[in-house]
């Protein structure tokens, strides 16, 4: 029989969501004991049974009893009102480690915890999840927004290594900036995907994920690898005319409202990084923004 390796954890996972049950998976395969999980709905169910096998699905007083380390993948607004309210029933344990996944907060929210003697750390993948066991896969070099105290963040680094994370230390006060930045990247990502593919749609394209696929694709991994010097198109150039025609179009044409707003507001923020990397001067910035605004800025 193959030894266990040292260190190795009892883990009890609140949530069972997309994110809570890959994490668990990714511990199991690290070899700590996923003793319980707690799952509600039929739907988290499922998936802890798919990628938790053999794990029971336990309430959360008997989690914590059995647990040293409790990883809470709950939505973001309950979180702190779960922690506080198993603290008043004095179920937090005295050096049980209390991990949390939610990316606006750092270990402040599990205050409660901590002054019943736990040890907390924010752990945060800066992916999205489909709960799915491709997700574990995905883990792989994923970065984690990792928030403890110093002397215990070298346990938070540990745990997103045996995922196969990259962890990336967040200070206590930048973790909403760090939310942010993160949600900019992806969800308005997603947004301005939908959006283009709306237009391509309205004037008959029938495929437009095809149209858009490799050109997205590219300029996503130009702006990663090259930051803003991948930057190009009409107002990179100071083409004060072909921006004036896309205003007009997008005006003109029975156009969604939010994509209308979102592609004269990505323009403006567009034209200002464009300026402040000396790609177009100030005369053309002044110039472009008339245009986008349909009037003298």
């Given at each position: 029989m193959k030894a266990s390796?040292?260190?190795?954890?009892?883990?009890?996972?609140?949530?069972?969501?997309?994110?809570?049950?890959?994490?668990?998976?990714?511990?199991?395969?690290?070899?700590?004991?996923?003793?319980g999980v707690h799952a509600v709905s039929d739907?988290?169910?499922?998936?802890?049974?798919?990628?938790?096998?053999?794990?029971?699905?336990?309430?959360i007083p008997e989690i914590l009893r059995r647990a040293e380390l409790v990883l809470l993948a709950v939505p973001d607004d309950a979180l702190a009102d779960l922690v506080s309210g198993l603290a008043a029933a004095g179920h937090w344990q005295v050096g049980q480690l209390v991990v949390h996944t939610a990316g606006r907060y750092g270990t402040k929210v599990l205050a409660p915890a901590s002054r019943a003697g736990a040890i907390a750390l924010a752990i945060h993948p800066a992916m999205t999840f489909t709960g799915?066991?491709?997700?574990?896969?995905?883990?792989?070099?994923?970065?984690?927004?990792?928030?403890?105290?110093?002397?215990?963040?070298?346990?938070?680094?540990?745990?997103v290594v045996e995922m196969g994370g990259e962890p990336v230390a967040i200070a206590e006060e930048d973790r909403v900036i760090y939310h942010a930045a993160l949600a900019h990247a992806s969800n308005h990502l997603v947004t301005i995907a939908g959006q283009a593919a709306g237009l391509l749609s309205g004037i008959g394209v029938e495929h437009p994920e095809r149209v858009l696929s490799s050109l997205m694709r590219a300029s996503l991994e130009n702006?990663?690898?090259?930051g803003e010097g991948a930057?190009?198109?009409?107002?990179?150039?100071?083409?004060?005319?072909?921006?004036?025609?896309?205003?007009?179009?997008?005006?003109?044409?029975?156009?969604?409202?939010?994509?209308?707003?979102?592609?004269?507001?990505?323009?403006?923020?567009?034209?200002?990084?464009?300026?402040?990397?000396?790609?177009?001067g100030p005369d053309k910035l002044e110039a472009v923004l008339a245009a986008i605004d349909g009037a003298g800025h």
């Open positions: 390796r040292p260190g190795r954890l009892g883990v009890g996972i609140i949530g069972a969501g997309k994110v809570g049950a890959v994490l668990g998976a990714a511990l199991r395969a690290a070899e700590h004991q996923i003793v739907a988290s169910k499922e998936r802890a049974e798919m990628l938790l096998p053999g794990v029971p699905v336990l309430e799915m066991s491709m997700d574990l896969e995905r883990l792989n070099d994923c970065a984690f927004g990792v928030t403890a105290p110093n002397m215990v963040l070298p346990i938070a680094q540990a745990l702006a990663l690898a090259s930057l190009t198109g009409p107002i990179a150039r100071g083409d004060v005319q072909t921006v004036a025609e896309h205003k007009a179009a997008l005006e003109s044409a029975e156009v969604a409202r939010d994509t209308r707003e979102g592609y004269l507001a990505m323009s403006r923020a567009t034209a200002l990084r464009a300026h402040a990397r000396g790609l177009i």
